[in-house]
């Protein structure tokens, strides 16, 4: 199970959810703060890091490290779908929120612009909240604020 981010709505459910399947739980090791809080007795199996590649289902899903939203913040990104899982970096309609805990909007928006905006315009994203979007619309709509 690949975590986005170590927000309590993000991780609530997902040793009941790695358990049931028999999965390994990673996260960033930089959130590792937010997961002790929800789950103090486990051990996220294994550390995320910017640049990891997994392949799952014969497509290979690459870390993109995008702290902001928390310190240890990810997308997935997965270039055979033409696809990007931002969590809560990047939503339809602007940078994700920051009003959490340990997040920052400057470095939030470095995130987006250094590590997002350089995929395809045509990249979907799918959201930790909220619909779908794409790199080329949100580009535009950050830019022009």
């Given at each position: 199970m690949l975590c986005t981010h170590g927000h309590n709505?993000?991780?609530?459910?997902?040793?009941?959810?790695?358990?049931?399947?028999?999965?390994?739980?990673?996260?960033?090791?930089?959130?590792?703060m937010l997961w002790d809080v929800v789950h103090p007795d486990r051990r996220i199996d294994d550390p995320l890091r910017d640049g990891l590649t997994i392949t799952v289902g014969g497509d290979d899903m690459t870390i993109l490290h995008t702290p902001g939203h928390s310190p240890?913040?990810?997308?997935?990104?997965?270039?055979?779908?033409?696809?990007?899982?931002s969590g809560d970096t990047l939503?339809?309609?602007?940078?994700?929120?920051?009003?959490?805990?340990?997040?920052?909007?400057?470095?939030?928006?470095?995130?987006i612009r250094s590590r997002l905006f350089v995929l395809d315009g045509a990249t979907t994203v799918h959201t930790g909240h909220g619909d779908s979007t794409t790199i080329g619309d949100e580009a535009r709509r950050l830019e022009a604020d």
């Open positions: 709505d993000h991780i609530n459910a997902a040793v009941e959810l790695a358990d049931s399947v028999d999965a390994p739980i990673w996260l960033h090791p930089d959130d590792g240890g913040g990810c997308c997935i990104h997965v270039p055979s779908l033409g696809t990007v899982f939503f339809n309609g602007g940078p994700g929120a920051t009003g959490r805990s340990f997040s920052d909007l400057g470095i939030l928006v470095d995130s």
